[in-house]
């Protein structure tokens, strides 16, 4: 019955936050996806994020490619921008939307496939040049809308439903982001809301390019015995280094913690990011030790989960250009042309 309209009625106990909105406020059209999909729990977290940061919808931009994942833009925030781009190339979309506005706040959606496969590419450089984004990678390790082929982030010998077995090297993208220079990375699963909801409500505050690759299983291809993209299997393996609460301003802390039980992270604008350490030994702020606590937790076959990266003094691409604090898009005539003596003293400073 996914044809049906959503009702436009709210009932009038639902909570509010501070813009008077309601959860459904931020909701999208039903979803088509399969009963059970991690995706629409994705979604869920995506909606609740949103809801909880009272942010405005129409200072958000979706961007997705193609697959089941890049389907799910249109199952939430549905009064938000959205642009469905082509197969692995949202990256490059996201960044020239960016370039030219500036003030919105912009969201990728992609999959294993979109973002590990054909566009291994575009994913490996919107990290790099620090895009002002969160990315979402939704990780099923199967090309899940043509019917389950293995994805570039599927185990070595992980089975496919009818027994195959896949002899290739996984790419595991939270080491490619760390690589490629993103300043905020993080891994969870679209079955712990508990901890994805926050993981989105930091990367959502943090400057530069925020990854998050959420483990979400593929319930028609890919969660059966043999798979390591499975409910069961990540359920089993789910190794959590830290627990977060994200404050979006300092004055807004009311929780006491015990001394020495958090570490706290203020971002450039403000926010807390309140950090519980599970793992021993973790530390978040050290690049090189969290590549190699990622490595060997996949040698051992665990899923290493939480706020794995942070680089707290980021910077995205706009301070790297130094570009104008206007967006580029609302310049008028005036702004854009400097007039003839500024152009005559800029050629006479060529000749
Ligand atoms: C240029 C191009 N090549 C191939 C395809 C076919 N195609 C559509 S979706 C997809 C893979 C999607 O996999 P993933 O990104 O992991 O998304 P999922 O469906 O698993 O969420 C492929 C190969 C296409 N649409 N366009
Ligand atoms: S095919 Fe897999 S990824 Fe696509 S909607 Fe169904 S369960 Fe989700
Ligand atoms: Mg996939």
């Known amino acids: 019955m996914t044809y049906l309209a959503k009702p436009k009625l709210h009932h009038p106990s639902l909570p509010k936050n ?21 995706h629409d729990s994705i979604s869920a977290a995506l909606i609740e994020a949103f809801f909880e940061l009272s942010v405005e919808p129409h200072k958000v931009a979706k961007l997705s490619g193609i697959g089941c994942s890049s389907k799910t ?64 990678l939704e990780n099923n390790g199967v090309y899940g809308l043509t019917k389950g082929q293995f994805s570039a982030t599927a185990d070595a010998g992980s089975k496919s439903k009818r027994g195959a077995v896949n002899t290739d090297a996984p790419v595991d993208t939270v080491s490619l982001a760390l690589i490629m220079g993103a300043s905020f990375v993080a891994r969870s699963f679209s079955g712990d809301k508990k901890q994805l909801v926050p993981l989105v409500k930091a990367a959502i505050a943090h400057e530069g ?30 190794e959590a280094v830290n627990r977060l609460d994200f404050w979006p301003t300092r004055d807004a802390i009311t929780v006491q913690y015990d001394p020495g039980s958090v570490t706290e992270v203020v971002q450039h604008d403000g926010s807390v990011i309140k950090l519980r350490k599970l793992g021993d030994e973790y530390d978040p702020s050290d690049k090189v030790s969290a590549m ?58 060529l000749r």
């Open 18 to 38: 501070k813009l008077g909105f309601t959860r459904r406020d931020y909701e999208g059209k039903v979803s088509t996806l399969c009963a059970g999909c991690g």
């Open 292 to 349: 190699s606590h990622i490595a060997h937790a996949a040698e051992k076959g665990e899923v290493l989960t939480g706020l794995l990266y942070l680089k707290p003094d980021s910077q995205d691409l706009h301070a790297h250009l130094n570009t104008y604090s206007k967006p580029l898009n609302r310049l008028e005539a005036a702004e854009l042309c400097p007039g003839s003596a500024t152009l005559d003293k800029i050629n006479a400073s």
């Open 209 to 238: 390019a925020a990854f998050i690759d959420v483990i979400s299983p593929c319930v028609a291809f890919n969660n059966h015995a043999g798979s390591t993209k499975s409910y069961e299997y990540v359920r089993e393996h789910n």
């Open 73 to 136: 833009p249109d199952y939430f925030l549905g009064q938000s921008h959205g642009f469905n781009t082509v197969h692995g190339r949202m990256p490059s979309v996201l960044t020239g939307a960016n370039l030219a506005n500036r003030d919105l706040l912009y969201i990728g959606v992609s999959g294993d496939g979109d973002s590990a496969s054909i566009g291994i590419g575009q994913f490996a450089h919107v990290m790099r040049r620090g895009v002002n984004m969160v990315y979402i």
